[in-house]
């Protein structure tokens, strides 16, 4: 069970940095300091956006049309923590009595 444990911490962790890439990555977009024609930054950005609509698109269904500000990566990021933290407090039913 520990190594469900872990497995599962794992997989939030490393959704965790993929998102703060992609944020991280959309600014530099927006600031033009990044340009989507070169080749390396379009795969880059377009693989991350291949991974990560898949958690965004159930979220937008349910948030209101904000123009231009997209919510899902916040809501994303308070999911996260919500079920890292739900995995942290109830560890000692991974590790046993």
């Known amino acids: 069970m520990v ?5 599962l911490m794992l997989i939030l962790n490393v959704v ?5 890439a992609h944020i991280i990555m959309s600014w530099l977009i927006n600031f033009q300091v ?8 379009a795969q880059v950005w377009f693989g991350l956006n ?10 937008r269904r349910f948030l209101p049309n904000m123009g231009g500000l997209d919510l899902a990566p ?7 923590i919500i079920l890292q933290r739900a995995l942290i407090n109830n560890a000692g039913f991974f590790y046993g009595f």
């Open 74 to 80: 916040l809501v994303m990021f308070i999911i996260v």
């Open 3 to 7: 190594t469900l444990y872990q497995a």
């Open 16 to 20: 965790w940095f993929i998102m703060i």
């Open 50 to 59: 291949r991974l990560l609509e898949p958690l965004y698109t159930p979220i």
């Open 34 to 41: 990044l340009n989507i024609r070169q080749p390396l930054v």
